[in-house]
């Protein structure tokens, strides 16, 4: 982080190196054996739609943290981008409530705060108008020279969808979506040229917040229009479920533990269970929600991608192309949906009316500014196939809702039964299959379901459960996924961002849902009483499979 | 919940048969196990074994002061290994109920739960601890109780906070993953960086981990963050010259030189250089300790230890470094890489870089000071990079002995 800008700074006067000096750049010998070590470049962090609510509950308090944590570059600046009429420091002053709010042990007075604060700076302007970007650019070269930061640029889009392509044309328009051609050496007009290799071409990132388009063609769209300004390797497409600890730690216990992965398919997998559940409903969300809908709010991005962690090959290394290759090869071998394959293997619902931990709670069509007719899914359940050797034959099913009997997110895998009752009629209740469950919120952890004996001259079976939990055996705070995210963003690890073509083919497998169901209209829409699991259609999924939904 | 099981949980020791250990403690969880689902339920964790020799009260009190936190962060099996110079005050126990007739036995043994909420409304998360008591001179009995007290199939740490030449320990440490020492803990003598190499040189000891190195890890990053930018590396093979200051000790006293020797065989061993001799002026707080290396192309390089005098007293523990100046030979001495802490805000360093050719706007980065349980969680937690530190130890060691 900068300390209080110096705007200039006596070098002295050009010493020849001796000569006989290696060519080649050594190796950073200090690096060895840093643990976390990531190269985080200067940068200025610019976010579009700074007076709005994710930049004052989320963005803002993870960088502070980051900050707190030493983990931000030495040199970065926050420029904060809306509309709304302030200056820095009514900006800044802004921002202590959300910090206090959400940031682990933020004080006004510590000396932290006073020095984050001198690089946070606020630009009013129009995403709409070419003039403000030009400003802005003159803003951020200016902040170069005086904090040092080196003509890298993060742009975070806290905005709303509709601004993602305008803006991104704005600022291809001003010159700033691309790296400045020619060498930059990071110190601005006081720093004179340096040797070979001490140069480097400045970044540029866009960072895109969700949702990415809201079917097939207008993610293409959107796609193409931030394509035709930036290249792919400069778009960070936001998921934040892929921020959170326990969803990345769906690949660490598959991959780093020999035992689970020889079991991982469809000679000794059942079925496979997600359930992303919530108990609170629309609240203000109310228009935003009933044109997007729980497909398109849940299940097209963070249940396809949890889906295909479970789901995908081991990659050959976890660098991010590798890994979401293979998450894209799961996406790609999604069986298609035809119409009457909606009808048969996906159900949705709406709550209406009912009651959570005794409080009585109302319909949807009854919250605030929701047509009283919307047929806007708050429940879908799915079962869906993924077409390749692993996975032939093995369900997927998939069931997200609000207004559901408590908040829940987990990935179940059922194992076959046993190929004989050995225990015979005694061990009926243990028929019951063996269950991994892969706990992702809120009380993060890993079940393991085992049929036992049951102490006693006679043979009873029964099911019993081993529980690791992370918060009692890691007793440190996991960090917000927003702190990982910006981080990863800023060091240009674009591993647990989403690929063009992942977020396509998501969208192509969840467009003929969208498609049927916008033709069905009210028809086929299930009601369920909040504070229920959901209607009582969606068990249809299983028939013929066996099975049932998980009581969670 | 029976009184024996009661007075467990809740943190006061039950003393048990030192035969019979693992029944005891088993009938002392069971009442709790058995109430689980109920509003007394508790849930037992443990991850490691993490074994704890005292030479006596003042680092038990020291080691009970800071355990409670490495509890929470990473609940072990602690198996406390205490020599007691005042004979077996073993009357202080609480009897375990049903369980107390101890059958005759040189050592004492007691046990007590350790237990803390990681969050409102759920459970608490409890691991155990067993103090094993000998009489001063009959420490050897202790190195055979240890083995079938530990947990198997995870970890098993060792962390010593006595004499590093004490016979009991190579005893101990076969049956052990990795012993813990501390650098910084000079007051019996200030030359313990040698006992630590030597330490780490017997056969029976698999890995040494430093709580002191450990405390120097954000230096280290920052240095190796500084180094990433390709002007900074170009400046490495003409560096020649260190300096490190570190913080005083109240009334002028000799400050540990620890983490300062540590330090600087950290950035001798990473730049290649090899340790050639030293000389030390001056006395007490005032003393000057120069260290001469070769590099690896044979020229001579230097590094200067001292106290920085003038820093305020008691913003940041004695001993711990406050400055690192790494500059270039000649004809290019005004290149310099430095970090440096001032009195003003001791939780952030001040990072500045100047070549030849280019001058880096100085930054500001955070250096937060850990407290022992945090590093000593730290160390439970995170694998080591063992032969960094070796190699650190191996250039610190000559430095300070
Ligand atoms: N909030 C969350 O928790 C959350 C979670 C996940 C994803 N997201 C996504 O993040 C994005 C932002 O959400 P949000 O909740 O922060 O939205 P918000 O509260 O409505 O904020 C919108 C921001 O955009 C600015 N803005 C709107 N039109 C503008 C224009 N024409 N020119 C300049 N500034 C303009 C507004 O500032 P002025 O009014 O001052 O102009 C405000 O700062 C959305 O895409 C949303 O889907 C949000």
């Known amino acids: 982080m900068a300390d209080s800008p110096s705007p200039t700074i006596a070098v002295p006067p050009p010493t020849a190196l001796p000569a006989g000096r290696p060519a080649a750049l050594p190796e950073n010998p200090f690096a060895e054996g840093i643990r976390n070590r990531r190269v985080v470049e200067p940068c200025v962090i610019v976010l579009f739609g700074a007076t709005g609510d994710l930049t004052h509950r989320k963005l803002l308090p993870a960088l502070y943290n980051l900050a707190r944590d030493g983990l931000l570059p030495q040199h970065v600046a926050i420029v904060g981008l809306a509309r709304r009429e302030k200056t820095d420091e009514s900006f800044r002053q802004d921002l202590i409530e959300g910090l206090k709010r959400s940031s682990r042990s933020f004080s006004e007075a510590d000396p932290l705060w006073q020095r984050f604060k001198s690089a946070i700076f606020y630009h009013p302007a129009s995403f709409e108008e070419s003039l403000g970007y030009r400003v802005l650019g003159e803003r951020l070269e200016r902040l170069d020279k005086e904090l040092g930061t080196e003509g890298n640029r993060l742009f975070y889009l806290a905005t709303g969808p509709e601004y993602f392509s305008p803006i991104v044309r704005l600022l291809g328009e001003a010159g700033l979506a691309r790296p400045q051609e020619g060498p930059n050496s990071g110190a601005g007009p006081a720093a004179p040229a340096g040797p070979p290799g001490s140069r480097k071409r400045p970044w540029v990132r866009v960072v895109v917040e969700k949702p990415f388009g809201r079917d097939l063609p207008s993610a293409i769209g959107l796609n193409r229009e931030l394509l035709a300004v930036l290249e792919e390797s400069q778009i960070y497409r936001i998921d934040h479920y892929l921020g959170k600890e326990t969803v990345q730690n769906i690949l660490a216990f598959r991959f780093s533990n020999g035992i689970f992965e020889p079991l991982w398919n469809h000679k000794y997998i059942d079925h496979v269970q997600i359930t992303v559940a919530e108990d609170l409903g629309v609240g203000s969300r109310g228009p935003y929600y009933d044109s997007s809908g729980a497909l398109r709010d849940m299940v097209q991005n963070h249940m396809l991608q949890l889906l295909a962690l479970v789901a995908m090959e081991p990659p050959v290394s976890m660098e991010a192309d590798a890994v979401r290759d293979e998450k894209v090869k799961v996406l790609r071998a999604l069986r298609p949906m035809t119409p009457e394959e909606v009808l048969r293997s996906a159900i949705r619902g709406q709550y209406a009316a009912g009651s959570i931990l005794g409080e009585p709670v109302r319909a949807y069509r009854d919250e605030d500014r929701v047509p009283k007719d919307s047929a806007t899914p708050t429940y879908v359940a799915l079962r869906l196939h993924i077409d390749n050797w692993r996975w032939a034959g093995v369900p997927f099913y998939l069931r997200h809702g609000k207004r559901l009997p408590r908040r829940a997110t987990e990935i179940a895998i059922q194992f076959h039964t046993p190929p004989m009752r050995l225990f015979g009629e005694a061990s009926a209740p243990a028929a019951s299959p063996n269950v991994l469950i892969l706990n992702i919120q809120p009380d993060e952890g890993i079940s393991l379901c085992f049929g036992s004996k049951v102490p006693g001259p006679d043979v009873r079976i029964r099911q019993v459960k081993m529980d690791f939990r992370y918060g009692h055996s890691f007793g440190v705070a996991s960090p917000d996924a927003y702190e990982r995210l910006l981080l990863d963003a800023i060091a240009g690890d674009s591993t647990l961002f989403t690929r063009r073509d992942e977020v396509e083919y998501a969208w192509k497998f969840v467009n003929p849902l969208l498609e049927t169901w916008a033709a069905e209209g009210s028809r086929g829409l299930h009601f369920y009483p909040a504070g229920t699991w959901g209607p009582e259609s969606a068990d249809r999924l299983f028939e013929g499979a066996g099975g049932h939904w998980r009581r969670m | ?401």
């Open chain 2, 1 to 401: 919940m029976n009184s024996a099981t009661a007075s467990f949980l809740s943190g006061l020791p039950v003393r048990v048969n030192p035969t019979d250990i693992e029944r005891e403690l088993a009938s002392l969880w069971k009442p709790a196990s058995e109430e689980a689902g109920g509003s007394d339920a508790v849930v037992r964790a443990c991850l490691a074994n993490l074994v704890i020799f005292f030479p006596g009260p003042e680092e038990r009190e020291y080691a009970a002061r800071i355990l409670p936190e490495v509890s929470r962060r990473h609940p072990n099996r602690i198996i406390n290994l205490l020599v007691d110079r005042n004979g077996l005050p073993g009357s202080r126990l609480e009897p375990a109920g049903g369980a107390g007739e101890a059958r005759s036995s040189r050592l004492e043994a007691s046990v007590t739960a350790m237990c803390s909420a990681p969050a409102p409304g759920i459970a608490p998360v409890c691991c155990e601890q067993i103090t094993l008591r000998a009489r001063l001179g009959e420490e050897p009995l202790l190195a055979g109780s240890v083995a079938p007290l530990l947990v198997p199939d995870i970890p098993v740490f060792l962390w010593w906070t006595g004499d590093y030449r004490n016979p009991l320990l190579p005893w101990i440490a076969r049956f052990v993953d990795r012993v813990i020492v501390d650098s910084r803990n000079e007051k019996k003598g200030g030359v313990i960086l040698p006992d630590i190499r030597h330490l780490s040189s017997l056969p029976e000891v698999k890995e040494v981990v430093d709580l002191g190195w450990r405390g120097l890890g954000r230096w280290r990053q920052t240095i190796a963050e500084l180094f990433d930018d390709p002007a900074a590396r170009r400046l490495i093979p003409e560096i020649g010259r260190l300096e490190v200051e570190r913080a005083p000790a109240s009334g002028g006293a000799p400050c540990s030189l620890g983490q300062s020797a540590l330090l600087t065989g950290w950035i001798a061993s990473r730049l290649g250089w090899a340790f050639a001799g030293k000389e030390v002026s001056g006395e007490g707080a005032g003393e000057i300790r120069t260290v001469l290396f070769r590099t690896r192309d044979g020229l001579p390089a230097q590094a200067s230890l001292r106290v920085k005098r003038d820093f305020p007293l008691g913003r940041i523990p004695s001993g711990e470094p406050l400055l690192a100046r790494l500059s270039a030979r000649a004809p290019a001495e005004e290149a310099f890489v430095k970090i440096a802490i001032d009195g003003a805000s001791p939780k952030a360093a001040k990072v500045s870089f100047q070549t030849p050719s280019l001058c880096r706007l100085p930054g500001v980065v955070p250096l937060p000071h850990f407290s022992d349980g945090e590093l000593l969680g730290e160390i439970l937690n995170t694998p080591v990079h063992p032969f960094v530190f070796r190699e650190a130890l191996e250039i610190a060691a000559p430095m300070v002995g």
